[in-house]
């Protein structure tokens, strides 16, 4: 299996929903990631998980909260989210430390009304 | 801290030429490069990933190039077809788990 999967695939929200998107993948890579990407951008990093624990969080806003429960699953949970946050999200994974490729999901389209 | 440009940032061309994409990175000590494409709302594609170590990596009609000591990057794409139309997006990997991407080519190809 050489596949990240993301789902759902498509997500509608209210301003005060709570909701989750979930990553997962078997590849035996222990970093996982969560970036944002908007419309005609790069993607940019939010979360790194390496072994399961937090690594990196790039002064992301609170009403991000990630979760790693196992070496194979990540979570990005979602509350009170503004409609500037609409965005594709994307999971990515990779064997831990430098030089490793990454391997990224298809994504959630994310929308905030 | 790192930067990574891409030139051009779009490119249009017809079916069959073959076509250069450049991607150029301000520090030179990175670990590996990593090109990826992206078709519209999708995810991102793993396409050639080319180690520090390494001068080029090759797949099928892509091969990329790797200049670390002048900071540089090309993807070469031979007889392109209106399917390889994507955003191609450099990526440098240039600390623990830290990868930094580029603004990406839009690439159309006509038939």
């Known amino acids: 299996d050489t596949e990240v999967t993301q789902t759902p695939k498509h997500l509608v929200m209210g301003m005060t929903n709570k909701k989750s998107l979930k990553c997962e993948q078997h590849m035996g890579h222990r970093a996982m990631y969560w970036y944002k990407q908007k419309a005609k951008k790069p993607p940019e990093l939010m979360f790194v998980y390496s072994y399961e624990k937090l690594s990196i969080n790039e002064s992301v806003p609170s009403r991000f909260s990630p979760e790693c429960p196992n070496s194979s699953l990540l979570n990005l949970h979602l509350h009170a989210l503004q409609p500037e946050d609409s965005a594709l999200y994307l999971c990515?994974?990779?064997?831990?430390?430098?030089?490793?490729?990454?391997?990224f999901g298809s994504g959630t389209r994310l929308t905030v009304v | 801290k790192q930067e990574v440009t891409q030139i051009p940032a779009a490119l249009s061309v017809p079916e069959g030429e073959n076509l250069v994409l450049n991607c150029s990175f301000t520090?030179?000590?990175?670990?590996?490069l990593q090109w990826f494409r992206q078709d519209p709302g999708k995810g991102l594609t793993s396409l050639l990933l080319?180690?520090?170590?390494?001068r080029e990596q090759t797949s099928g009609r892509l091969n990329a190039s790797l200049d670390k000591s002048s900071g540089r990057s090309t993807l070469y794409i031979a007889a392109s077809q209106p399917g390889d139309s994507a955003t191609y997006l450099c990526?440098?990997?240039?600390?623990?788990?830290?990868?930094?991407f580029g603004k990406g080519t839009m690439l159309l190809v006509s038939p």
């Open positions: 990515a994974s990779s064997r831990p430390g430098q030089g490793y490729g990454y391997t």
């Open positions: 520090d030179s000590a990175i670990y590996n």
């Open positions: 990526a440098v990997g240039s600390g623990y788990s830290t990868l930094t």
């Open positions: 080319i180690q520090s170590s390494q």
